[in-house]
């Protein structure tokens, strides 16, 4: 990549957000080649004067050097609802009950996010009452950050959008692969000064994380229906191979449409299919914001082989804009967006 400074290496301030702290853009340079633009964020997440972060993240990376030092320890794994635990890295994550909890009976779904998204909470979506260990891990494990982090990016996108928004027709955000649909709707809540409520979108292939989205859509007095649509489909089957949520959703409706976390779980081919037709629900001037782990993040094996989240697939920065390149986006229009503690690349495109 050649890249220089857009003019010499920025730092601005940018509104503070009420849930989550400010963004400050740290660095802000060009790719020339193929004109994306790079951005490193300085990202508060809202819980960085926790007094216990700084413990808990050196005895993360402890670990994480322990299972670069022994390849041959094998992740977890979940076997006839038992967590079976493979390394001591494992061990020490899943020492609390609530951990194993969240391992067998959340992991991967949304209902995994909801406590990392929302650290203060009592309780686990499947009942488990947070203990001080995994309340620690929630809000100071540097992937807990990340997910938190990923979705300040999100508001601060739809901030800027919300500045170029017409009064007149009522805005229309979509989130594919919603989850409980955290992101979407804090980035709602941070939006000030709109004449008009955006109307939002919620699409998920599993029942449980729409029910869990519809709790949160309650809790932020909104109401289904004239507020929200739920719908349950298969981005798979529904988006990538035949037209059906293109035509149900409308093609060039939407201000904003995000898939935060599904680029993970997705090939390639999936990603440039999804990006592609994700772009067809934008009207002109909309945002699309993906997000992907990065592959040179730091305590990359500990979150393999010791969380063992399974089937990430960690993608470089590189090769992110490949992926908007061969699915024909503007990349003079895309921006990769990468907080402070790198565990996440969030990926816009303005259509
Ligand atoms: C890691 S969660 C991300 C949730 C949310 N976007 C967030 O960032 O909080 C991934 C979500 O993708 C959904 N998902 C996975 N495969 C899907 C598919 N083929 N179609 C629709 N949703 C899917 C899962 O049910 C899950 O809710």
Known sequence: MTARPAAATTRVRLLPHQRSGRVEL????????????????????????????TALQAEFAAHDALLRAHPEWEAPVVRNGELVIQNPASE???????????????????????????????????????????ATI???????????????????????????????ARPRWVSLASGAAVPVLDAMAGIEGLAQRPHLTLVDIDPH???LAERMVVEQGLELGPDVALLQRDLVRDLLVRPA???EVGEGSADLVEALGIFEYFR?????????????????????????????????????RAIGWPQLVPRSVEELVDLVRRAGL?????????????????VDVVR
Do not use: K
């Open 26 to 53: 740290a660095v802000d340079v060009v790719d020339h080649q193929h004109g994306v633009r790079h951005r490193r964020l300085v990202v508060d997440d809202a819980h960085a004067g926790s007094p216990t972060r």
């Open 92 to 134: 020490y994550f899943y020492a609390s009950p609530t951990m194993r909890e969240w391992r067998t009976a959340l992991v991967p779904g949304a209902g995994a996010l909801l406590p990392v998204q929302r650290p203060g909470i009592s309780h686990l979506p499947s009942g488990a009452a947070l203990d001080q260990t995994s």
């Open 138 to 168: 929630y809000r100071d494990a540097l992937d807990s950050i990340g997910v938190r982090t990923r979705a300040v990016v999100l508001q601060e996108i739809a901030r800027r959008d919300a500045r170029t928004l017409s009064e007149a």
């Open 209 to 211: 994380a729409l029910s």
């Open 245 to 247: 949520l293109l035509q």
């Open 268 to 304: 390639d081919t999936s990603c440039v299919r999804l990006l592609r037709e994700a772009f067809r629900l934008l009207r002109p001037g909309g945002s699309l914001v993906v997000a992907n782990m990065l592959s040179d993040r730091r305590e990359l094996q500990f979150n393999q």
């Open 330 to 346: 503007p990349l003079d229009r895309t921006t990769i967006s990468i907080p402070q503690d790198g565990v996440y690349a969030v």
